[in-house]
């Protein structure tokens, strides 16, 4: 059967990455969030230096997102225009040509203005490179591949964290991991446009942008797909980088070493399953995965909002780390399934536009909902996009091409 024979072919991370396509979309992707990871922590800092509020600290944050969400439909459609490496290129340069003037920012109105327009280029950025792995990538192995490619996020985030602390406490100034990150950009750019190698182009041009979007959303498991995404970064965004830090410190007493402390075992949790969960999703499909993800997501969610004791606290955010692990890779899988390869980009900038789109609403929603009705009311409510996607999921069917072949036969 294609199934069996899907589960015994060979998949694993030596074989995924024998393809060096496949090696400089992975290392990119390490450099680049190496260098967000690097600026990202010291951005509230440097917003303060300009002497303003919180609430401005807030707004220098999020313009960058606000940027990217606005763009992102736009820069699907590009990458299949123009190509990957091209706009992959530009995006890079144009990320980092905003970075320096950030760093060099006269008032705090500039510094936001320059911060916002680098959402504009990494747009392009991710664009480039989801479409560049799902067009490299064989089918049989998405859920791995996307196992390795989300696993590189956190190794890059982590490491960046790690070096921008480094290059404060050396050096004491909160513009020099701005040039940091900057730097990183060009080098990911020189990387990727000196070793990618060419890619298929579109062939069918002039049905792209919101006209290809209309003809994705025709799909049950597309419309599934990227309202599963809304749902997890929905998450990230109000649940992991809002609502579990004021919970740990308002409600637990928490101190900020030991809240971080606790993320990052989570964090361990859910790198440690993203490879297994994505051979899951290859020998047994991606309709069961996410469907079971979905539920135990939105459980450890609302759980959470119950812990009385850092232990409790600490084992829910472990499970919440693996239904999350578990979850990452499913979608995207759904979406390489139904998404033709001419419209790989715009799929990619419909993707990414909703998972913006809730990584944008769920901090509001969640700080909203805090303050109005408490934390265990904020992360129940949290928790109802995880739902709306489980509902999506149980009537969409599998879309594992391999699986698909083999029930059909058997019928």
């Keep these: 059967m294609a199934r069996e024979t899907a589960s015994r072919e060979p998949g694993g991370i030596r074989t995924l990455v024998a393809d060096r396509r496949v090696r400089v979309v992975l290392l990119t992707i390490l450099v680049t969030m190496m260098g967000f990871g690097i600026v990202a922590p010291i951005l509230p800092l440097y917003a303060q230096s300009f002497g303003v509020s919180y609430d401005a600290v807030g707004i220098l944050v999020a313009s960058f997102a606000f ?3 606005a763009f992102d439909l736009v820069a699907g459609p590009l990458v299949d225009r123009y ?3 091209a706009m992959l290129t530009l995006g890079m340069a144009f990320l980092a040509a905003t970075t320096l003037l950030l760093a060099r920012a006269p008032s705090f109105t500039w510094a936001v203005v320059f911060r916002g327009a680098g959402g504009t280029g990494s747009a392009l950025v991710f664009a480039a490179l989801y479409s560049s792995y799902l067009k490299i990538v064989p089918h049989d192995r998405l859920g791995r591949a996307f196992g390795i490619f989300y696993g590189m996020f956190n190794v890059g985030m982590i490491a960046g964290q790690s070096v921008g602390a480094l290059i404060v406490g050396i050096s004491g100034s909160l513009t020099l991991p701005l040039y940091a ?3 990183a950009c060009v080098l990911a750019g020189i990387l990727f446009l000196s070793f ?4 298929p182009r579109s062939e069918i041009v002039d049905r792209v942008g919101l006209r290809g979007v209309r003809t994705l959303v025709k799909e049950r ?3 599934t797909a990227i309202v599963a995404n809304l749902a997890g970064f929905w998450i990230i965004g109000g649940v992991w980088s809002t609502l579990i830090p004021l919970f740990g410190h308002d409600v637990l007493g928490m101190s900020a070493a030991a809240i971080g402390s606790v993320l990052s075992i989570a964090l361990a949790a859910e790198f440690v ?7 899951v999703a290859d020998r047994y499909g991606r309709r069961l995965l996410l469907i079971t993800s979905l539920i135990a997501y939105a459980i450890s969610v609302v759980a959470l909002g119950y812990a009385t004791t850092v232990l409790s606290f600490t084992l829910l955010l472990v499970v919440l780390g693996v239904a999350s692990g578990a979850g990452s890779t499913a979608p995207t899988a759904i979406l390489a399934d139904v998404t033709p390869k001419d419209f790989s980009g715009t799929a990619v900038g419909a993707f990414r536009f909703f998972g913006d789109l809730g990584f ?4 509001a929603v969640a700080g909203w909902a805090a303050t109005a009705f408490g934390f265990s009311a904020a992360f129940a409510l949290s928790a109802v996009p995880l739902l709306v996607a489980f509902v999506l999921a149980v009537r969409t069917p599998e879309t594992h091409r391999e699986i698909v072949a083999a029930a059909n036969r058997a019928a």
């Design 360 to 363: 944008v609403l769920g901090p």
């Design 196 to 199: 990618a190698g060419q890619l």
């Design 221 to 223: 498991a597309f419309v």
């Design 273 to 279: 399953t993203l490879y297994p969960f994505g051979a």
């Design 83 to 85: 190509g990957e490496r």
């Design 181 to 183: 990150y900057a730097a």
């Design 67 to 69: 940027t990217r969400l």
